[in-house]
């Protein structure tokens, strides 16, 4: 589904990943976990082509960035922007529609049964401005149902997010993954990845470790992480880039 | 009485009827492209790029000079450029887009007033600067109207990709290519739309029709079709009412119809039911849930 061959990743000169080599493999649902500064958010930028690698590579194999869906840290919408929710869940079928066709009566299903899915019926007509937090949160899970990608990138969905909520939009997670939809989430909450993610990639500047959850989340590796983001532990040295 | 008041100016002379049609045009066109200028929080920009154009439009009145070709083609040029250029810098560099294009419009508009006094200063410029919606020709008219055709037009082309643009441009560049497309198409309707206003109501003016009826329909409706209709009308209803004023008591035309716009903006902000001050300090009755 997805290599990183020797990926380097950073902004202005400071890697915020250096080197990494793993595989993501079709189907699988992987927590990206790491300490503050790791580089997991970065990691999700690489994948969806927002950040271009400054050494190595990222390749898809069988998708390509069209099947792509991303769910960022800080999504820049603007809350106060006068949409309603469902225009905000159908803007999902913009790779089916596109910049001018018609919602026809099956998409307009879609839309309606995506706002179900996530627990949002009754409040389609709302602006998004008068939408709690974790209404929001669960609308744009909506949209990336109605995206229908093959590979689904989300970036620390449950932070500032209540556990109801947050087991609601697991059980979409789990749906996704049900279908054969590979997912990557970078998360916190140990017991969220233990319980609900089978794979664990952990980063924390460079690879710690890969692999089933409970093999990976373990004492020793989450303390080569953290010392692995220590700051001022070392000076920063050259990296020489290959230009790939 | 009414009829004398309101009927009878436009009915009397040609220069009202064509100030009227101007006016009109103007508002249909500008309106929608200020409604997305501020929904997106570029209001400002807006007025800059009036300042950017200022210099264009004075190349080329001093080249060939009141001629509506020149001025058109000056104007439309120099904002282009700077919407392009500023655009490039905060899509390329870490420059915000409102600090980029504030550079470039104090650029333009440096070097537009060093190229304007080298010539030496005319009385004519100040035509440029105020407008003259009484004194619109034929050809004018034809410019202001073809321009409003085609903005609308390509407002209601772009109309779906320009809503993601401004509510979630970070999913539109990643669903889609059109997202550089839309932004400038959009910036190229700003540029193009005052240009046709700076012909009626001068540079400085133009942007004055543009936002403050948005502005003022933000208080009336929070959907984006009914702030089209309803700022639209604003400005209609500015433009009669300004013309009738300029007409009655002879003040200047264009900085009358700003100022009616300027009194429904007003008027909005205190009595406006989406959020006016009136009502968000009345004890109103809610749902329970």
Not at chain 1, 135 to 151: M, T, Y
């Amino acid at each position: 589904m997805l290599h990183f061959e020797n990926l380097t990743l950073g902004y202005d000169r400071h890697p915020a990943v250096h080197h990494l080599g793993a595989q993501i493999k079709d189907g699988s649902l992987t927590a990206v976990v790491g300490p503050n500064g790791a580089g997991k958010s970065t990691l999700l930028k690489a994948i969806t082509g927002v950040l271009s690698p400054m050494e190595g590579r990222v390749t898809f194999e069988k998708i390509s960035r069209n099947d792509v869906a991303y769910l960022p840290q800080q999504s820049e919408i603007d809350r106060t922007f006068p949409i309603s929710v469902v225009d905000l869940v159908a803007m999902g079928l913009w790779r089916e529609v596109g910049a001018f066709g018609r919602l026809n009566r099956k998409h307009k299903a879609r839309v309606k049964d995506a706002i179900e899915a996530v627990g949002l019926t009754g409040l389609e007509n709302r602006a998004i401005g008068s939408l709690s937090g974790g209404q929001f949160q669960r609308a744009l899970f909506a949209r990336l149902l109605l995206q229908d990608a093959k590979l689904v990138l989300l970036d620390e969905p449950f932070s500032a997010i209540d556990s109801r909520t947050t087991a609601d939009l697991l059980r979409v997670i789990h749906d996704w993954h049900g279908e054969g939809r590979t997912v990557m989430a970078v998360l916190h909450d140990h017991d969220t990845v233990r319980e609900n993610f089978p794979e664990t990639l952990m980063i924390a500047r460079e690879l710690v470790a890969h692999g089933p959850t409970l093999q990976v989340m373990t004492r020793a590796n989450h303390a080569a992480a953290r010392a692995l983001c220590e700051i001022g532990t070392e000076p920063p040295q050259i990296c020489e880039v290959r230009s790939a | 009485m009414i009829w004398e008041a309101i009927i009878e100016p436009f009915l009397q002379f040609g220069f009202m009827r064509r100030a009227l049609l101007g006016c009109i045009a103007i508002a249909v066109g500008a309106t929608p492209v200020g409604v997305f200028l501020m929904l997106r929080r570029m209001s400002l920009t807006g007025d800059a790029m009036a300042h950017a154009i200022l210099p264009g439009a004075a190349v080329g009145f001093l080249i060939s000079g009141l001629s509506l070709g020149a001025m058109t083609i000056g104007g439309l040029v120099a904002g282009i450029v700077v919407a392009i250029a500023s655009g490039m810098v905060s899509r390329l560099t870490t420059l915000k887009e409102d600090a980029s294009l504030a550079a470039f419009y104090l650029i333009s508009l440096a070097l537009g007033v060093l190229i304007v006094s080298t010539r030496g200063s005319n009385v004519d410029l100040v035509h440029v600067l105020f407008g003259t919606v009484l004194a619109l020709d034929n050809a004018a008219l034809i410019l202001l109207c073809s321009i409003a055709s085609l903005s609308v037009f390509i407002v209601s082309i772009i109309f779906r990709p320009l809503v993601l643009e401004c509510a979630d441009p970070q999913f539109l560049r990643s669903v889609s290519k059109l997202s550089a497309v839309t932004h400038f198409t959009f910036l190229a309707l700003v540029v193009m739309n005052l240009v046709a206003g700076f012909h009626a109501l001068g540079t400085l003016m133009a942007v004055g029709i543009m936002i403050l009826p948005a502005a003022a329909g933000r208080f009336w409706t929070s959907s984006i079709g009914g702030l089209m209709v309803i700022s639209a009308a604003t400005a209609v209803l500015s433009s009669v009412s300004g013309l009738l004023l300029s007409y009655h008591y002879s003040l200047p035309s264009g900085p009358s119809i700003i100022l009616v716009a300027g009194i429904l903006y007003g008027l909005s902000v205190i009595f406006g039911p989406a959020g006016g001050l009136v009502v968000q300090n009345l004890p109103r009755r809610h749902y329970k849930q």
